[in-house]
């Protein structure tokens, strides 16, 4: 079965880039998903379609995806943007979630 | 906007089924999207565990399988959950959400109830 792997934990400084990634083979053939979620609260889609951002996300969050990695991004992080991220993709008629990346700013 | 609510028993005992509802508002759940249950085990990641589409054809996640059953209730613009032969390791918050049916992403989530399994 298609497996999912993100790094447990990122850290980075305020207004620094921070880049969480989601390796899976071949992921780049898919459509990766990236999912806020902040303590006591339901994940909020930040990131669809591997870059494109639903309305009300700021432009400092992006995403790429090639080859066995893709990417968010978040420039000039806030630290509001502390959260956990999960990556999700749709393969074989299941969802599948990465195990989720904790973001702290320092 | 569309807007999610799971209902349900907040307590099921061990063996029992777990059942939950969720009321879809805003919008119709006869629309071109899939309607999806995912679940959070305290401390823990996301685990999508099932979808069904107004029509009634369903997915679900090979792992839980052959415990759920997911159905839809056009009428009363709601979907459900059923999870039989619970065990300790299905207590978790469960999520609704909708699932866009060109790229399956999760736009609309519900708040998430607790669900814990207990005698």
């Known amino acids: 079965s298609y497996v999912l792997t993100q790094p447990p934990s990122v850290s980075v400084a305020p207004g620094q880039t921070a880049r969480i990634t989601c390796g899976g083979n071949n992921i780049g053939s898919k459509s990766v998903h990236w999912y806020q979620q902040k303590p006591g609260q339901a994940p909020v889609l930040v990131v669809y379609d591997d870059s494109d951002r639903p309305s009300g996300i700021p432009e400092r969050f992006s995403g790429s995806n090639s080859g066995n990695t893709a990417t968010l991004t978040i420039s000039r992080v806030e630290a509001g943007d502390e959260a956990d991220y999960y990556c999700?993709?749709?393969?074989?008629?299941?969802?599948?979630f990465g195990g989720g990346t904790k973001l702290t700013v320092l | 906007q569309v807007q999610l609510q799971e209902s349900g028993p907040g307590l099921v005992k061990p063996s029992g089924t777990l059942s939950l509802t969720c009321a879809v508002s805003g919008g119709s759940i006869s629309s071109s999207n899939w309607w999806s249950w995912i679940r959070q085990p305290p401390g823990k990641g996301l685990e999508w565990i099932g979808e069904i589409y107004h029509s009634g054809s369903t997915n679900y996640n090979p792992s839980l399988k052959s415990r759920v059953t997911i159905s839809v209730d056009k009428s009363k613009n709601q979907f459900s959950l059923k999870l039989s032969s619970v065990t300790a390791a299905d207590t978790a918050v469960y999520y609704c959400?909708?699932?866009?049916?060109?790229?399956?992403?999760?736009?609309?989530w519900g708040q998430g109830t607790l669900v814990t399994v207990s005698s």
């Open positions: 999700q993709v749709w393969d074989s008629s299941s969802d599948l």
């Open positions: 959400a909708r699932t866009d049916s060109s790229g399956y992403y999760k736009g609309y």
